[in-house]
Nanobody, 125 residues
Framework: QVQLVESGGGLAQTGGSLRLSCTTS????????MGWFRQAPGKEREFVAA????????QYADSVKGRFTVSRDNAKNMVYLRMNSLKPEDTAVYYC??????????????????WGQGTQVTVSS
């Protein structure tokens, strides 16, 4: 069992920045490709970004491409999501998750196994 913990959420103004972090309270993340998802009130959970276990490959949703950057530090057992140029529509609970599979990066929630509890990001206009 992998228990993920997100942190770094909060309130930001439009155009501002936040950095989310994800780690595990037990075990290691270095064996997993990782994903970030978000869920706004009344909406389905949606893919934001993914990163391979080594960090050499990344993938982004079109809505965040060029503004968000996913990275990882396996030595520190950490995965990050840097969010720049924030918009009110980025307001959501953000989750990190471990990919069930290796190889190709994935974008569907069913392709992820372990999830954190989420961290709230609110962007004011």
């Amino acid at each position: 069992q992998v228990q993920l913990v997100e942190s770094g959420g909060g309130l930001a103004q439009t155009g501002g920045s936040l950095r989310l972090s994800c780690t595990t309270s037990g075990g290691t993340l270095r064996n997993f490709a990782m994903g970030w998802f978000r869920q706004a009130p009344g909406k389905e959970r949606e893919f934001v970004a993914a990163i391979s276990w080594s960090g050499d490959r990344t993938q982004y949703a079109d809505s965040v491409k060029g503004r968000f950057t996913v990275s990882r530090d396996n030595a520190k057992n950490m995965v990050y999501l840097r969010m720049n140029s924030l918009k009110p529509e980025d307001t959501a609970v953000y989750y990190c998750a471990t990919d069930r599979y290796g190889g190709t990066l994935h974008q569907r929630t069913v392709e992820y196994e372990y999830w954190g509890q989420g961290t709230q990001v609110t962007v004011s206009s």
